[in-house]
């Protein structure tokens, strides 16, 4: 930016010019220097060494400052950016979330990595989940029958996924979800999303997920 002659920077017009020239590049020192001894030139010279000393210790000052400035603006730059928000737990746009990712998976149709008739044939799980398998209550008034289970996770949660016949021979899908502090406080809910029913609740410290299709 050329300024006419004899007119004075402003202090706008110096943080203009910084603030330009971080965006082009990052600063070296003696390129710093050059920023400072271009600011000078355009402010009006003091006479005798009095006023070169001020000059001096002006341009220290400065440039310890801007170093500071750049070397803080460097690191908010390349900082990780803010995780996108989730929604507000115990909400139906909460269940909603966990629910999608239920049916999303209970639509992949897996195969089962461990075939099993009962829930007692599930137990070696527990090594990894940190919980063992069991049978919910109500399980048998509801005519399900254990197929497999392999594992997998739910809102980045360890759970294991268990595929279920009814007695129509239609697949469904149940989970069993070891809750971090947000699950834990998911409310008990049917939720219908990407044309599967899926029912949540908690039972034994673990969450619970029932999905079908429609």
Not at 18 to 28: I, K
Not at 69 to 83: F, I, K, M, R, V
Not at 130 to 152: H, K, N, Q, S
Request: hydrophobic share 40%; charged share 25%; with cysteine.
């Amino acid at each position: 930016m050329t300024m006419p002659p004899g007119s004075h920077p402003t202090e706008p017009d110096v943080r203009e010019r910084v603030r330009d020239h971080y965006t082009a590049q990052r600063l070296g020192s003696e390129r710093m220097r050059a920023i400072l001894d271009g600011v000078a030139a355009e402010i009006p010279a003091a006479s005798g060494r009095r006023g070169q000393r001020a000059w001096s210790r002006w341009a220290a000052a400065a440039a310890v400052g801007l170093a500071g400035l750049l070397a803080g603006a460097a690191w908010w730059a390349s900082g990780p950016a803010p995780p996108p928000e989730s929604p507000p737990e115990s909400t139906p746009e909460w269940a909603t979330l966990v629910a999608r990712e239920i049916a999303l998976n209970h639509n992949k149709a897996l195969g089962p990595d461990y075939a099993a008739a009962g829930f007692d044939e599930l137990a070696s799980m527990r090594v990894k989940l940190g919980f063992t398998p069991f049978e919910p209550a109500g399980w048998e008034e509801r005519g399900l029958r254990l197929v497999g289970a392999r594992y997998c996770s739910v809102q980045g949660c360890m759970a294991t996924q268990m595929r279920v016949v009814d007695g129509d021979g239609e697949a469904w899908t149940l989970y069993q979800v070891r809750p971090d502090e947000r699950l834990a406080r998911l409310n008990d809910s049917v939720v219908a999303v990407d044309g599967v029913e899926v029912e949540l609740w908690r039972e034994a410290g673990l969450v619970m997920g029932l999905a079908r299709s429609r």
